[in-house]
């Protein structure tokens, strides 16, 4: 592996989904010195192809901004920041406006008007539909940012985040279709790198979501905020294993909708019990809480789930809204509209993150961020059908300012030291003794046990304390003896699976330690040693910042 030269930028974009293709859109427009970094294939990685569609904004008419704000908070359990939603309320429909002319298709009524709907913990309809689903959002997208003439460069995992006295001068990685190290020289840097969801054994999220964002930006001294809360959907596939993840949306049950039914193994509607005024239209947060006791304590189906009932849905519907899905598991042998389907809660969405304000910035100069990687905007529980409208709002202000930045800076110097640092760190792990040593997916899977039993839906303190022990063990005394069978340079996808499973662990001590610290249950983080919200002591936010070898709480 030899050190490439370093490539100069005035903006760095990190990521390949919808929050760096904006970013990298509202950057060209003030700078020509942009490029997109991405771990993936653009458009094709990453969570957003793997969205259904829905993307809030108020355009119906019995809906405002403030309604958005109100439902935001009240998912998020006032523990948002609310200079953040208000952003994201009154700029979502001017940022719809803005997709539309870059080519995103939305279903429209026959007055042109957007069709709408209400989501789960919605006061009024606000959900648009985005035709074609994630990929009709993204790929449109990165037509433009290629029409822009945007430097896209694939198939890169940027490892480190350089500074010097807490200022961005660039970052550096592994180009993996080479072989090569990679430098890159950059004013201004965007981190729009996705979520963690592959801590958990299910999950519905992208294998390769190991929480890149959080971790590059910690490890660079920023803050990162919120990280106990992760969202769990309510109800993915259980049975069969082949379909294990596969996400059921909300959108089947919603009487205005497809209209089935959420049952348990009694073939007992159950979601009043747990939220009597909204039922199957509460907050995801209630809800996977709801389905996950419901198997605890016995009410289950056969492969541990509950049911979803569709036999008397709205085909006609469904072929509308959620055609991919009918067919795909048409395709694996289940019609959902003869027969039931089993479902349990899969880990969905990183609610928290790094700690940015409303301009996108966090706490380190010419760092911006975006998308599901960043915290903040959440709070304990994400509303439903607003992670897209995060990535596109916080993506064009990450894009703009970093951009604005840029302009503002003279030059930058690389830490010739940090980089040379991580060079040899690849070249060291390539040449550890193979015998002996321990295999990257052995680690990963004993960590995903871990997480999804003890720190999912339900998490007790001590429990809690022994997943930090034996995460901290692996840290400490396995990471360094992991060896690769694989000593190629070029596509050693088990060298990327090294890195990924080292920001996991990350991640893993990071959720694990505020989830323990957090002494309430709020949202999506319910810890039933204390079962209860405490307004009085925790209705505030935790901010993890690096220490030495170390995350400090406070």
Known sequence: MGINSTIDTDVLVIGGGTAGAVAAIEAKKITNKVIVVSKGIVGKSGNTPMAEGGIQASFHIEDSPDDHFNDTMDAGRYVNDPSLVETLVTQAPNCIRALERYGVRFKKLPDEGFFQYKTSGSSHPRCLWIIGGGVGLVQPLFKTVRKLGVSIIEDVMITKILTSDNLVNGACGIDFKTGEFLNIKAKSIVIAAGGNESLYRISDGSLDASGDGAVLAYNAGAQLIDMEFIQFYPHALVYPESLKGVII??????????????????????????DPIRK?????????????????????????????????GNKER????????YNYLLMNGIDMFTEE????????YQCGGIKINKKAETTIEGLYAAGECTGGIDGANRLSSNALTEAVVFGMIAGKNAAENALKVRNVH???????????????????????????????????????DKVG???????????IE?????????????????????????????????????????????????????GSHFRADCPNEDNVNWKKNIIVQ?????????
């Open 249 to 274: 949306p909300e959108e089947v049950y919603y009487k205005d909708l497809v209209g089935g039914k959420l049952i348990n193994g009694l073939r007992k509607e159950f979601a009043g019990k747990y």
């Open 280 to 312: 199957e239209n509460t907050t995801r947060d209630i809800l996977a809480r709801a389905v996950f006791t419901e198997i605890a304590e016995g009410r289950g189906t056969q492969h541990g789930g509950v049911i979803i009932d569709l036999t008397r």
């Open 318 to 325: 469904m072929m509308e809204i959620l055609p991919a899905l």
């Open 341 to 348: 389907v089993e479902v349990a809660p899969s880990a969905h």
């Open 414 to 452: 690389i830490d010739e030291k940090q980089a040379v640092s991580e060079y040899f760190m690849f070249d060291e792990i390539l040449k550890r003794d193979i015998d002996g040593g321990f295999d990257v997916m052995d680690i990963k899977k004993e960590i995903q046990r871990l997480m999804f």
């Open 457 to 467: 839906v339900v998490r007790r303190k001590e429990e809690l304390a022994q997943v």
């Open 470 to 522: 034996r995460l901290q063990e692996i840290k400490n005394d396995k990471l360094g003896q992991i060896c690769l069978r694989n000593r190629g340079k070029i596509y050693n996808i088990e060298m990327l699976e090294y890195f990924e499973l080292c920001n996991l662990i990350e991640n893993a001590i990071i959720v694990t330690k505020t989830a323990q610290y957090r002494d309430e249950s709020r």
């Open 546 to 554: 690096k220490h030495g070898n170390d995350a400090r709480l406070f």
